[in-house]
């Protein structure tokens, strides 16, 4: 079965950066697509980004875009979050999700995901 676990949240000041690792065990994230995706409280969890499984496609959501960087590293079994010029309203829990095996695209609709880590707390704060 599947397990992904999240690290690397934290608290950092306006205008600092993060990155997220998202670490599978129990099955290969090769030939999945994965995604991040973080809740505020009161709020929809929102789709922050995707990547495809080879690599090649990535989506970001509009208030992250050039500022946040997907990428993975299948050799690790890992995928990552780049939080760049962090913003008080980028704080949330931050969750990736992996989709079944043989789903490659990339999408930030999160009912396409079945697997899900526990969340990282990232606050942005002065």
């Known amino acids: 079965q599947l397990q992904l676990v999240e690290s690397g949240g934290g608290l950092v000041q306006p205008g600092g950066s993060l990155r997220l690792s998202c670490a599978a065990s129990?099955?290969?994230?090769?030939?999945?697509?994965i995604g991040w995706f973080r809740q505020a409280p009161g709020k929809d969890r929102e789709g922050v980004s995707c990547i495809s499984a080879s690599g090649r496609s990535t989506d970001y959501a509009d208030s992250v875009k050039g500022r946040f960087t997907i990428s993975r590293d299948n050799t690790k079994n890992t995928v990552y979050l780049q939080m760049n010029s962090l913003e008080p309203e980028d704080t949330a829990v931050y969750y990736c999700a992996a989709r079944r095996n043989l789903q490659t695209l990339c999408t930030r609709d999160p009912t396409s995901y079945d697997y899900w880590g526990q969340g990282t707390q990232v606050t942005v704060s002065s």
């Open positions: 129990g099955s290969t994230l090769n030939l999945r697509g």
